[in-house]
């Protein structure tokens, strides 16, 4: 083949300004996760549903209920059938509907999300060499890492947090901005807000240490589920009620996520049930998981492997 | 301020002073002192004798242990990602960015490298094409060749128009042609667009066509900084000598005419030609001695132990 030198010349332009390389990771990360996700369309549609589903229920049942409450005089028994169901109750945003749908109904989406997408994220780079071809551009490793990080917290908030704050926003617009209500939804979201980012922090730094422990994101998904459902399982309930006692739980990633997230809401139901076990501890085994997960990320990160 | 990357237009591309960098216990480099003015410089040495590692140290990858350099006027481990904006890095192994096209490989390179979009599109076309991958830009990097691999290395290297370019074993894993074309790539980047480019390599023929001057290591140290030139007019040639006659004679009488006698069994040696000596030498020295030279062949010595030879390394 004949080389031709037709097309090279030189780029002229200013080099100071910072390299947005976090946000390009992500770019380019959500973009690539979301091509995979539909590549099979079945899978994604049945993804999206499953993952969407629930809000896009609750949005119409709040829609229904508005529109039956409004309109009393022609559908009166109607919407006194519909409160009796108590279904307008389960989707109004409330302390404990929000932290039903982070820590009941949308557990298991997220964690299929975190296979699919966060078990590759650094795994397939470790792979295919990427990461010197990374490190060797103007970006450091925290950039990378936050960046890696952006991405699987991207799609954990999409199904997570932002469904949230709209039903919230929702209930809000329906309810025509009263001062009290409106009040207390604003302290809801902020609440959610809170939770939202425990939540999505803690599951996105966990899977991506998990990531960067192996070369292939078969591997890494193997051992993300089986870290799951080893420890979830032993401290199932039903097990812990009857043979272990209450602190064993702080093993537990759902138990912590769920106490914290309960304390942060104000859900009192829940933290009754967990009154054996203080919100600090909890919150403090998170902390220990995330810095534990941060330092395999640090070690991992290298752009030269070192074998001795 | 003369650290400032941008101050550094007529500082030696690569400066280096008593460099010392360690993996753990085991030292890669040590006390490498060099100053390279720039164009095209060839890093020679055998396998482990650090010019990897020379290159991950220029680029931050690898931390200094001891002494100071500078590249292109900054110094390392300072300004690193402003350093790196002006560096291009072609690594010896096989790599790629996961589930990309050659071109969006390359147009991601560009974007990781602080191009705005529409500049970092266009510079992937530009030198996609220049790297001849124009046909097959829009393929997975995956299903790519190891030749069309060390092109899109290239091309992810060149995309944000580099001053300096390090390419370490460029042509690994190329057939002839390939190869060829991948030294003329080089070439015209380090000779007609005024690129600095630094290219390691264990094969001297790569460095003699493309660099003007050599720099050589050789377990972690440095042998030799010289021009192309000067390292080939040092260079000897290598012959296997069988005969049949007394061998101490023969042994003697080369030497006597200024041969280098290397390694001697029953009926056979090895001589060490210079460049400027015949091989006809051979031929009077076995007249002298009365002996009859059965074999007369070259030697095919690795061109880099030949070169460390040369250079006083043994």
């Known amino acids: 083949m004949v080389i031709h030198d037709r097309s090279y010349a030189r780029w002229e332009s200013d080099r100071s300004k910072p390299v947005r390389a976090t946000w390009v990771i992500m770019d380019r990360g959500v973009t690539t996760a979301f091509a995979q996700i539909f590549k099979r369309k079945l899978l994604g549609q049945l993804l999206s549903f499953w993952a969407f589903g629930p809000f896009l229920f609750a949005v119409g049942l709040l829609y229904a209920g508005f529109y039956l409450r409004s309109n009393q005089e022609s559908f009166g028994d109607a919407f006194a059938a519909l409160q009796q169901t108590d279904l307008l109750a389960q989707v109004t945003p409330s302390a404990q509907t929000v932290w039903q749908y982070f820590m009941e109904v949308q557990i298991w989406v997220c964690l299929v ?13 470790r792979r295919v060499n990427a990461l010197e071809m990374y490190l060797s551009r103007p970006l450091a490793v925290w950039q990378y890492v936050l960046g890696k990080l952006a991405i699987i917290a991207f799609f954990l908030a999409l199904v997570t947090v932002i469904p949230v704050c709209l039903l919230i926003t929702l209930q809000a ?70 043979f272990l006692s209450p602190s064993t739980q702080l093993m537990s990633l759902y138990f912590n996520l769920s106490h914290c997230a309960a304390w942060v809401l104000g859900n009192e139901t829940v933290l009754a049930a967990n009154a054996g076990v203080s919100v600090g501890d909890s919150a403090m085994v998170l902390g220990a998981w995330c810095a534990l997960a941060l330092t395999v990320l640090l070690r991992r990160i290298r752009p030269v492997e070192i074998v001795a | 301020m003369t650290d400032a990357p941008g101050a550094s237009s007529a500082a030696p591309v690569l400066e280096l002073d008593g460099v010392e960098v360690r993996y753990g216990k085991h030292s890669a480099l040590s006390d490498v002192s060099v100053s390279i003015q720039g164009g095209a410089v060839g890093l020679l040495g055998p396998n482990g004798a650090g010019k990897s590692s020379l290159i991950k140290t220029m680029l931050d990858l690898v931390p200094l242990h001891r002494g100071t350099a500078r590249v292109l006027g900054v110094p390392v481990g300072r300004h690193s990602a402003l350093l790196r904006r002006r560096i291009g890095y072609m690594q010896e192994r096989d790599a790629a960015f996961p589930g990309m096209t050659g071109f969006q490989a ?55 128009d580099p001053d300096l370019l390090f390419l370490d074993e460029p042509t690994n894993g190329l057939d002839p042609q390939g190869r060829s074309e991948m030294l003329e790539l080089v070439r015209t980047l380090a000779v007609d667009k005024g690129i600095h480019v630094i290219l390691s390599s264990h094969l001297l023929r790569d460095v003699e066509e493309v660099c003007n001057s050599v720099v050589v290591l050789r377990g972690g140290r440095m042998v030799r900084h010289a021009s192309v030139e000067e390292l080939q007019a040092a260079t000897e040639d290598a012959y296997q000598v069988v005969i049949s006659g007394s061998m101490d004679d023969f042994r003697a009488a080369c030497q006597g005419l200024g041969l280098t006698v290397r390694e001697v069994k029953e009926t056979q040696l090895e001589l060490m030609l210079k460049p400027q000596v015949s091989v006809r030498t051979v031929f009077e020295a076995a007249l002298k001695s009365r002996a009859i030279i059965r074999r007369l062949a070259p030697v095919r010595v690795s061109l880099e132990d030949a070169l460390i030879d040369v250079l006083g390394g043994r």
Do not use: C
């Not at chain 1, 009040?183 to 998990?210: F, T």
């Open chain 1, 113 to 125: 999300i975190t296979v699919v997408v966060g078990a590759g994220l650094i795994a397939e780079d």
């Open chain 1, 173 to 242: 617009f329906l309810d025509g901005f009263e001062a009290e209500e409106t009040a207390r939804l604003a302290d809801l979201m902020l609440r959610s807000v809170v939770v939202g980012a425990l939540y999505v922090g803690v599951l996105s730094i966990l899977i991506l240490a998990v990531s960067a422990l192996s070369r292939r994101a078969r591997n890494a998904s193997i051992l993300w589920v089986g870290l799951i459902v080893m420890v979830e399982g032993v401290l199932s309930s039903n097990l812990q009620a009857n």
């Open chain 2, 106 to 160: 390359t147009w991601y390179a560009g974007r990781l490298s602080g191009m705005p979009d529409a500049d970092a599109r266009r510079r992937a076309h530009e030198v996609l094409l220049f790297a001849g991958m124009e046909e097959a830009r829009y393929r997975l990097v995956s299903t790519y060749s190891t030749g069309m691999r060390q092109r899109i290395k290239l091309a992810q290297a060149l995309v944000h």
